[in-house]
């Protein structure tokens, strides 16, 4: 997975780059390698930041978004998001696609399990 790191009205340091790589690095065994994620850093207003982050997977999206004064928080929290979107997804693939075993997506956590794994770390 290719991660991009953008920023508008705000520098971000290098700890919160390195643990943003680090944290979509767990996200990417579930994507191929043409897989991105858009990340966008924000500075709303003064001591408020916003971390959106969108994962574009060959026709399948993924967005989640988090506004709080700590961007680490937001972090945590979009990447919660992001693993509770990507379980529900497969839910739905599993029910449409039954019986086809050529679709499997045994790699995606589900709920619970990605909620404990992000919980952890």
Known sequence: ?????????????????????????????YFSNETTAEIMLTE?????????????????????????ADLFF???KVIDKLSSQMSRFKKKIIKKHKDQK?????????????VEEVSVV
């Open 44 to 68: 709303v207003k003064t001591g408020l930041a916003k971390l959106e982050a969108t994962i574009n997977a060959g026709g399948m999206i993924f967005r989640a978004e988090e506004s709080n």
């Open 1 to 29: 997975m290719q991660v991009n790191i953008k920023s508008k009205n705000l520098n971000p340091s290098d700890a919160l780059v390195s643990k943003i790589e680090a944290k979509f690095a767990k996200l990417d065994k």
């Open 74 to 76: 937001c972090l945590d």
């Open 102 to 114: 050529e679709i499997l997506l045994t790699e995606l956590p589900d709920v619970a399990e990605a």
